[in-house]
Structure formats: structure tokens, C-alpha cells
């Protein structure tokens, strides 16, 4: 299955894409439109998504670091709603925490200037939580994984 992510930004937005058949991920850009401006953001990323052909999508959530739900998280699901009125594709939201980190570590010694890595930032996070998520499918599907929830000894 072909897959886009999104890191929505305030100021860009970072785009992925990758399959879970070669699990091969890249990233695949950005859009620098601010989340303020949200009809014109909304147009671009139905661009992304007619370019790219995914099946599904796979948003970056922010959840806070104890995992819980904070105002900006709701601000990403209100805003992937009305994506959703536009377009007719599942999405999948995937934990984002420390993917800018992530991303600002992969550039570290990459001879980059700031204004270099500051542009491919956010398409680096989106690769990251694409990658995150494809483990994730890989995690569940796997038969030597072990869920201690689901054992009856574990009690």
C-alpha cells in the first residue's frame, strides 16, 4: 500500500512517501503555506495527494510527552477533518514526538547551511513518522511479537 505522511506545521508542512511493500520511505517535500491560511494549505495538500496516488494518509499527531491530547493535537485533527470532507482516503494518525529531533540529528553533519536545513526539516520529520508508523504495521503483524495484554498468564 502506497502512503503519504504529513507533519502539519505552523509555517510548513512536511511531506513523505513510502509503501509498506518495500517499506521504502522518502521525503517528498514541502509545502510552505501557514496553517493560518488554511484553505490554501488545504488546496496544496490535495495537490500533494493527486500528484503522489497514495491509499492512505499518515498524520503526524503531537501528543504531549505523557501521551495525552493537548489543544495543539486537537488543532491537527480539526484541520485533517476538513481535509477529509475533500478527499476520499483512510488516515492514520502516527505519535510525531521527537521527529524534528530526529530530523535535526540526520542533518547534523551534512555539511548544510541552516537555511538548507530549515527547508528540509519538516519533509524529514514526515519520513520519520512514516517510518515509525510502517514499523508499527510490521510490529503487529509479526507472530513472535509479544502482547502482554493479550496473554491470560500475564495476570
Known amino acids: 500500500m502506497r502512503y503519504l505522511a504529513i507533519d502539519l506545521g505552523d509555517r510548513r508542512t512536511g511531506l513523505a512517501t513510502g509503501d509498506d511493500e518495500s517499506g521504502i ?7 510552505e503555506l501557514p496553517l493560518n491560511r488554511g484553505d490554501s494549505l488545504l488546496d496544496g495538500l490535495c495537490q ?9 494518509l499518515v498524520v503526524g499527531m503531537p501528543f504531549n510527552m505523557d501521551g ?8 491537527v485533527r480539526a484541520f485533517i477533518e476538513r481535509l477529509t470532507q475533500r478527499i476520499d482516503l483512510p488516515v492514520r494518525y ?3 514526538r521527537l521527529t524534528s529531533v530526529q530530523a535535526d540529528w540526520e542533518m547534523a553533519r551534512s555539511g548544510m547551511t541552516h537555511k538548507q536545513k530549515k527547508q528540509r526539516r519538516d519533509a524529514l520529520a514526515a519520513a520519520a513518522i512514516l517510518r515509525d508508523y510502517l514499523a508499527s504495521l510490521d510490529e503487529s503483524s509479526d507472530p513472535d511479537s509479544f502482547d502482554s495484554a493479550s496473554d491470560p498468564d500475564s495476570d
Do not use: N, Y
Open 25 to 31: 520511505v522518502s521525503a517528498a517535500g514541502v509545502i
Open 48 to 56: 500533494a495527494i493527486r500528484d503522489h496516488e497514495p491509499e492512505e
Open 94 to 96: 502516527q505519535d510525531e
Open 68 to 75: 495525552s491530547e493537548g489543544p495543539r493535537a486537537k488543532l
